[in-house]
């Protein structure tokens, strides 16, 4: 139990300092034993019109605020910058590690004790997880949870997912321009966020792996009356955290992380996973790196039917058991199932009695989807530092291909190309100049649609390489996070039209079957593109990012500074 808290540094002071933060605060009607020393609870709010997965955390945030008080704690909700992955421009991406920035900042700056984090489109999690590591209170996870399952004309419709086919099926004509637009409203009929296992879900099953949110968490719906209870439930119990001195760090360990990537595995996880978690193991000061990703999710058996990897809905995943129904079946092959968590059992424990209500859904180690479901992890000449695809979301007969490149520099130049480039089923599609650096921000582009002749011909997918992302609602044949990026003179920016590419997932690599000389040759000719702003935060974004194999952070936000007490101003 502690007795001296981080927040009795602004309250307890009995000169001007005290009266100023007692008074000023007053004014919202806090009565004199809010101040007598009590855990200040911080509840950092991504709510905005402009997030719609988040919008709904207004409300979750008063359940919270209920458990903080029936806990004896004083909560204090906050907002920092939120990133709503469908309007923001160019990508979100660019902007996940300046959240995390605010993030730290406000916590460090106020008299916080410990923090619910309210998490829920994809790069809120990793921003405000991110933020709250290099500060290292208590800390607990509250995410919004995913909209209600999509129906259109009798069948489910996956957020995200089912886009990506309407938009193929537009462009060859198969879908009429009044369908797509009554598909609309039928994919979206709920608060929440994505209701595939794209990124949020994600990110809502890996914090939940990693003990950092209460078990059930990740899946409920967003407007199933249970997850406020459990946001009531967390408030409380972030207020018990606080007494016990149990911060961030001590949840979120490597084993927590070790966990958390054979976990992705097996629920068919967001490609996106592998940036998010080097970038948090980097603020844990963890070492972590993409071959621990590609080892630990090896031969993890695929258990959850899901979109993009399956068929099924985060709701379905709801009611067959969530995630405390995946980790009790994965028992012994998690790794470490005696990881703290936030409830103060281990993994384990708070998984003992879960159960598996629908094996459609959720199906057993000995009967999995598919028996190899990690993340892989390619190297070789095309990607000295490595780069990621999905085996789980991409065609079994495209994982050993050899094709000839079809290059892109850049999605205007793809944009203006693709349904005219010289090419076949068995092309391997390139694009440069879309990694963190370049674009800048490392949109969710490498799922590109296919040339609508090949479309037209019935080829449903084909390699696609690039330097950037791929939405986690998204599925193909893709390498992602080519490292080092073309920007900063990475081979991808050396492959030409006709060149032989050798994609071989089994064997990890991925080479580009050009004589070095020639390579050197076109190393030499090689120039790099201008600086992508002169000022502002993408100027700062861009002269301190780094490359995806090491989670696209800034360099200098690296690591932590813990909690002291800034001195006072007055
Ligand atoms: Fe917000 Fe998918 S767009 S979670
Ligand atoms: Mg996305």
């Known amino acids: 139990m502690v007795d001296s808290l981080r927040s009795h540094g602004w309250f307890r002071d009995e000169g001007v300092l005290g009266f ?3 008074s000023w605060l007053r004014n919202q009607g806090h009565p004199d034993h809010a101040f007598d020393g009590r855990p200040v609870i911080g509840i950092c709010q991504t709510a905005s019109d402009l997030t719609p997965c988040n919008a709904h955390l207004r409300g979750l945030a008063e359940h919270v605020r209920r458990g903080v008080y029936e806990a004896g704690g004083l909560p204090m909700e906050f907002p920092v910058t939120s990133l ?12 996940r590690n300046l959240v995390s920035m605010d993030v730290e900042e406000t916590l460090r700056a106020n008299p916080l004790d410990g923090v619910v984090l309210l998490t829920g489109c994809d790069k ?3 921003a405000l997880l991110m933020g709250a590591a290099s500060v290292d209170l208590p800390t607990l996870v509250v995410n919004g ?24 099926a537009r462009r060859t004509g198969a879908m009429s321009a009044a369908d797509m637009s009554a598909a609309e409203a039928c994919m979206s009929r709920s608060a929440g966020h994505c209701n595939t296992m794209g990124t949020a879900s994600t990110m809502a099953c890996w914090v939940e792996s990693m003990g950092l949110s209460l078990p059930g968490m990740g899946a409920l719906p967003a407007v199933d009356s249970r997850r406020a209870a459990l946001a009531h439930v967390s408030g409380s119990r972030i207020v018990e955290l606080v007494r016990e001195d149990v911060r961030l760090s001590a949840i979120a360990t490597r084993q927590a992380l070790e966990n ?8 068919g996880g967001s490609s996106n996973f592998a940036v998010h978690l080097l970038a948090l193991a980097g603020r844990l000061g963890v070492p972590f790196g993409l071959d621990d990703v590609d080892r630990l999710g090896r031969d993890v058996p695929l258990l959850v039917d899901l979109m993009p990897a399956g068929r099924h809905l985060m709701e379905d995943f709801c009611y067959a058991g969530g995630l405390p129904a995946v980790l009790r079946e994965l028992g012994d092959r998690l790794p470490h199932p005696h990881a703290p968590t936030v409830t103060g059992g281990t993994l384990a424990e708070n998984t003992a009695d879960a159960e598996v209500f629908d094996r459609e859904v959720i199906r057993s180690v000995a009967d999995p989807l598919r028996s190899d479901a990690g993340l892989a992890v390619l190297r070789g000449n095309l990607a000295p530092d490595g780069a990621v695809i999905k085996p789980a979301a991409a065609s079994p007969r495209l994982l050993r291909h050899a094709g000839r490149a079809v290059v892109f520099h850049g999605v205007e130049d793809l944009h203006a190309r693709i349904d005219t480039v010289d090419c076949d089923a068995d092309s391997v599609f390139v694009l440069t100049g879309v990694g963190p650096r370049g674009f800048p921000g490392m949109p969710e582009v490498g799922n590109f649609g296919l040339p609508k002749r090949l479309l037209d011909a019935g080829v449903d997918d084909a390699v696609r390489i690039s330097d950037g992302r791929m939405s986690g609602t998204a599925f193909g044949t893709v390498v992602l996070h080519v490292a080092p990026e073309s920007a900063v003179g990475g081979p991808l920016a050396l492959v030409r039209d006709g060149d032989l590419v050798e994609l071989d997932v089994p064997a990890r690599s991925l080479h580009l079957a050009v004589p070095e000389e020639e390579l050197a040759r076109r190393r030499a000719e090689w120039t790099p593109p201008p600086r992508a702003a002169e000022r502002g935060w993408v100027r700062l974004y861009v002269d301190h990012v780094g490359q995806a194999d090491t989670g696209v952070d800034l360099d200098f936000l690296v690591g932590g500074s813990g909690a002291p007490v800034p001195p006072g101003n007055h």
């Open 124 to 126: 809120t999690t990793p």
């Open 145 to 168: 949870g995913p909209m209600l399952n999509g129906r259109f004309r009798g069948r489910q419709l996956g957020s995200g997912t089912d886009v990506w086919r309407f938009a193929d």
């Open 260 to 267: 958390a990537v054979v976990v992705n595995a097996a629920i």
């Open 20 to 22: 100023t933060h007692r």
């Open 84 to 95: 709503g992955e469908v309007l923001m421009r160019p990508t979100t991406m660019l902007f």
